[in-house]
């Protein structure tokens, strides 16, 4: 079992910046591509980000691309989600992920082994 604790989450207003940071707690995680999903009220739970397992590769939804950055520092097993230029629509649950199929950058939770508890980001306009 792996432990992804996340932290970070907040109340802002649009156009600010948050950073989400992602702990794990087990060496093996370095091992793992990592991912960042989002739920909102009402809506199912979507992908935001995800990066492989060496930060080599890194996807983003559309939502999200050119406003939000993932990142990886494998020797403090972290995950950060940098999100600039907030906007309303992005207010969620936010969600640290782990896959231990190494060979593979995943953009589906189902394909998530580990999660976190989530970190609440409320955006206002």
């Known amino acids: 079992q792996l432990l992804l604790v996340e932290s970070g989450g907040g109340l802002v207003q649009a156009g600010e910046s948050l950073r989400l940071s992602c702990q794990a707690h087990?060496?093996?995680?370095?091992?793992?591509?990592m991912g960042w999903f989002r739920q909102a009220p009402g809506k199912e739970r979507e992908f935001v980000a995800a990066i492989s397992w060496d930060g080599g590769t890194s996807y983003y939804a559309d939502s999200v691309q050119g406003r939000f950055t993932i990142s990886r520092d494998n020797s403090k097993v972290t995950v950060d989600l940098q999100m600039n230029n907030l906007k309303a629509e992005d207010t969620a649950v936010y969600y640290c992920?782990?896959?231990?199929?190494?060979?593979?950058?995943?953009?589906?939770?189902?394909?998530?082994?580990?999660w976190g508890q989530g970190t609440q980001v409320t955006v206002s306009s």
């Open positions: 087990a060496r093996t995680a370095t091992h793992y591509a």
């Open positions: 992920a782990a896959d231990a199929a190494r060979l593979r950058v995943a953009r589906r939770p189902e394909e998530y082994d580990y």
